[in-house]
């Protein structure tokens, strides 16, 4: 998806992490589930930066999909 990755590029300092495992909240999704993290390594200093974090937080079924289709090596 174009946009997702124009999103993703411009956040540099964005990490999404899918898991299955303990989270970084120590919860651990039902059996059968992921988490989807979105974690932002650094502050905000401006405005656009939350909107494309708020962009890409409104398309996470999207990123969900292509992250589960991705097989691991």
């Known amino acids: 998806n174009k946009s997702i990755t124009s999103l ?11 898991t299955n ?16 993290y979105y974690v932002w390594d650094g502050k905000i200093k401006q405005v ?13 079924w999207i990123v969900l999909k292509k992250m589960c289709a991705i097989k691991p090596a």
């Open 8 to 18: 993703m590029l411009q956040n540099k300092t964005l990490r999404l992490t899918l």
């Open 21 to 36: 495992e303990e989270g970084l909240f120590s919860e651990k999704p039902k059996e059968g589930n992921v988490m989807l």
């Open 48 to 60: 656009a930066e939350l909107h494309n974090v708020l962009a890409l937080l409104q398309q996470r």
